[in-house]
């Protein structure tokens, strides 16, 4: 058995790997040519394990590390917080919790105030649907087709067909419509729709930015039906669109908003359920209906606290902002140079897209970027498409070196559909 610190070569973790953890997906690596094995970590780097290689973190585990790896303030209040926090109890009354719930009610939109704290995203939408349905006493939910919620029990009947197929029957009352249609949302809305439930930007489905009409569209039916909005911010929130909500571009207020990801500062795992007064009610003949031993795990609180402030802070949102207008500019002149295979930049801020003419070009991509020393992993719900999404904390010089290595990596991928 090996011990922390052994050296170990690549292969033998691979196949250690193999051995105890998943023979499929160590083989899956294996087979595309991406051996790595994660090192060391700091700021938009990730090390190979054996030092080899290194890479820019431009996916950032879908905005876990908008802030970086290790980002020195995080691992600091993480560190004093051990020094006087553990998990606490998820059944009692809790100072640590009232802290980060009163921030997350200061800092999200409209009358959102309640929090009910989860441990993964998809734990937090499970959340966002028991409390629409308890609310309304309805049972529908509908949602975006290519959407992505998450694979646990609720979150997995409102996502796309192919991650639910193998495994039998779904709870009943899940619609799906294609994005960034009110025609066909107004279709199936009834007066048995508990909620909506969308992402602002759908990740998975290939960061695709809806029309400025939709979402305040999206509002005004679910009020006509009396249904609850949900808006999944699991991958838009905490500073990535340069609003700290990207819903804000909208000027729409959901009544649960979900949180994830980034909130975790990248070391320790914290999500939220947002919610509007009125849904309380639900938690009142029992106020423990629905519990999370790990959810809102005081020890993690002053790492949440931490991100909100770095991220809330409004030369935080400025540097993301002026990011997103180099990453435009930058990307007119490559479709300039592709012309015809890089189709377009989707982007609302940092949430970012590279859409490609192949359909299948998007894992080539990814491969060609590793290559080329980028972490970047395409859009499972639509191959075209790659998600691109830099650490928020980079500076204009980084930026400009991660412009020439997808550079390299459009000319790599191109180069096989020609
Ligand atoms: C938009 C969105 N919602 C929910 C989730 C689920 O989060 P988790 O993996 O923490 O359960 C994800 C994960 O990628 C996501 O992208």
Redesign the pocket.
């Known amino acids: 058995m090996a011990m922390m610190g052994d050296t170990l070569t690549k292969e033998a973790i691979f196949e250690w790997f193999s051995r105890y953890v998943s023979p499929p997906k160590a083989r899956f690596f294996q087979h595309v040519g991406i051996d790595f094995v994660i090192g060391r970590r700091e700021g938009p780097f990730l090390w190979d394990v054996d030092g080899q290689r290194r890479l820019i973190d431009c996916h950032c585990n879908?905005g876990v590390f908008n802030l970086g790896h290790r980002h020195p303030e995080i691992v600091q209040a993480l560190r004093d917080s051990l020094s006087m926090l553990d998990i606490g109890n998820h059944h009692l009354v809790s100072e640590w919790r009232a802290r980060l719930g009163e921030r997350l009610a200061a800092l999200t939109p409209g009358d959102l105030t309640y929090t009910v704290f989860g441990v993964?995203?998809?734990?937090a939408?499970d959340v966002a649907i028991k409390v629409a349905r308890g609310y309304t006493g309805r049972t529908k939910i509908i949602s975006a087709k290519g959407g992505?919620?998450?694979?646990?029990g609720l979150?997995l009947a409102a996502g796309d067909e192919k991650y639910r197929k193998p495994f039998g029957p779904m709870p009943p009352g899940f619609v799906q419509v294609p994005f960034n249609d009110l025609e066909a949302l107004a279709a199936v809305m009834d007066e048995d729709t508990a909620a909506v439930l969308l992402?602002t930007v759908p990740?998975?489905y290939g960061m695709v930015v809806p029309d400025p009409d939709y979402l305040p569209g999206v509002r005004e039916l679910c009020d006509r039906h009396a249904a609850l909005l949900i808006i999944?911010e699991?991958?838009a929130g905490l500073g990535r669109t340069g609003r700290l909500w990207g819903i804000e571009h909208f000027n729409v207020v959901p009544d649960i908003l979900v949180i994830?990801?980034g909130l975790s500062g990248g070391v320790y795992p914290m999500t939220a359920t947002v919610l509007r007064p009125p849904l309380m009610r639900v938690f009142e003949p029992d106020p423990f209906i629905h519990v999370s031993t790990f959810g809102g795990a005081e020890v993690g609180v002053p790492v949440a606290l931490k991100v909100l402030d770095l991220t809330a802070q409004p030369d935080f949102l400025a540097h993301v902002q002026a990011l997103a207008a180099f990453f435009r500019e930058a990307f007119t002149r490559l479709q300039a140079r592709y012309a015809g295979f890089l189709i377009r930049l989707r982007q609302l801020g940092m949430m970012m897209g590279i859409e490609l003419a192949h359909p299948q070009a998007g894992p080539l991509f990814s491969r060609m970027a590793y290559e080329a020393g980028l972490l970047c992993v395409y859009a499972y719900n639509d191959p075209r498409v790659v998600q691109f999404l830099p650490p928020l904390i980079i500076d204009r010089a980084l930026a400009e070196e991660i412009v020439e290595r997808v550079d390299q990596a459009l000319a790599g991928t191109a180069a096989m559909f020609s």
Request: net charge negative.
């Open positions: 879908g993964s995203g998809g734990e939408i992505y919620h998450g694979h646990t979150a992402e990740a998975t999944d699991v991958q994830g990801k």
